[in-house]
């Protein structure tokens, strides 16, 4: 009977203190944000308008002004860099094959394939140079790079292109990567350019992210909090948030509204413009 008191008043203890320390959570008010207006990236162009990462889309999300195009690289088996979020073209196009292990002419031999108000719609998959071809400098980019099989291989055609188009030295780029080594490489031959490390949802490590020297923090809706936004602010680093569920991507956006986020990695860029139309009046 006695033990049974006991084990009663521990879990007692332990609830009272768990709900302290939710209540003093929850007072803890947002500190400003870096930036005096949140940026907006328009994650692979207009993905609610037509097939993401294609050169349609992007021009769709440019007309938007949003702040930057976000393009993810993959590059081919003869090491062309094309804009592709996925290891392999399965998902969207008309293909398959992994893109390190098939050759540029492969990758153009299929298509991009999706369905906007009840239309199919089909686009062939982009190279960066055919990007930096359509855009130039009128648009910011917003690059991730990645690993090539644990390699990094892909830094120095990045680097080569963005100095073909004069893109190297007019702040109009920024990297983003959840590879640090691929970040220090990327710093190692283009120093001006600005870095953003990415932390994969469920990864997100506070210590590590205040301890890098990276001036950009990257983390998914779910695992920010005003605490750890706070405390990245509290470093002078800018906290820019994606959305892994479209479901739940307005509810989770006007969220971090309050938390004061410096910038989102949108799906719906009328959405979010609506969102922090009341910051920029």
Same mark, same amino acid.
């Given at each position: 009977?006695h ?7 521990i ?5 009272i ?15 400003? !944000? ?10 692979? !162009? @207009?993905v609610?308008?037509?097939n ?10 440019s !007309? ?7 393009l ?17 073209i ?6 398959s ?5 098939i050759t540029?002419?492969?990758v ?5 394939v999706? +369905? &906007?108000n ?9 190279t ?12 910011? &980019? ?10 990094t291989?892909? +830094?120095?055609?990045?680097? *080569?292109?963005?100095?073909k188009?004069?893109?190297l030295?007019?702040?109009k780029v @920024?990297?983003?990567s ?9 710093? *190692?031959?283009?120093? *001006? ?6 932390? $994969? ?15 950009v ?6 695992? @920010? ?19 892994n569920h ?5 509810? *989770? ?9 410096? !910038? &989102? ?14 910051? $920029?009046?």
């Amino acid at each position: 009977m006695h033990k049974k008191q006991i084990t009663i008043s521990i879990i007692m203890l332990f609830l009272i203190v768990a709900v302290f320390w939710f209540v003093e959570v929850e007072n803890i008010e947002a500190e400003p !944000g870096i930036v005096e207006i949140p940026k907006i990236f328009a994650h692979r !162009g @207009a993905v609610d308008r037509f097939n993401e990462s294609t050169i349609t889309s992007y021009k769709i999300a440019s !007309g938007e002004k949003v702040d930057a195009l976000e393009l993810d690289l993959r590059m081919t088996k003869d090491g062309k860099l094309i804009v592709m979020h996925d290891e392999t073209i399965d998902r969207t196009t008309n293909g398959s094959g992994k893109v390190s292990e098939i050759t540029l002419k492969e990758v153009k031999s299929y298509e991009t394939v999706g +369905e &906007y108000n009840n239309r199919a719609t089909k686009e062939k998959v982009p190279t960066l140079e055919e990007v930096f071809q359509t855009f130039g400098s009128s648009q910011n &980019y917003y690059i991730e790079t990645r690993l090539v099989d644990g390699k990094t291989l892909m +830094e120095e055609e990045l680097v *080569q292109l963005l100095a073909k188009y004069n893109l190297l030295h007019k702040k109009k780029v @920024a990297i983003q990567s959840f590879s640090e080594e691929s970040l220090k490489k990327m710093g *190692q031959l283009a120093p *001006q350019l600005r870095l953003t490390l990415l932390f $994969k949802r469920g990864h997100f490590n506070l210590d590590k992210a205040l301890a890098v020297d990276f001036p950009v923090i990257g983390l998914e809706s779910s695992d @920010a909090t005003v605490k750890t936004v706070n405390a990245l602010h509290s470093k002078g680093k800018e906290v820019h948030v994606f959305f892994n569920h479209a479901e739940k991507m307005k509810e *989770q956006q006007a969220k971090m509204k309050e938390l004061n986020v410096d !910038g &989102y990695f949108t799906d719906d860029i009328s959405y979010t413009k609506q969102l922090l139309n009341s910051i $920029k009046q």
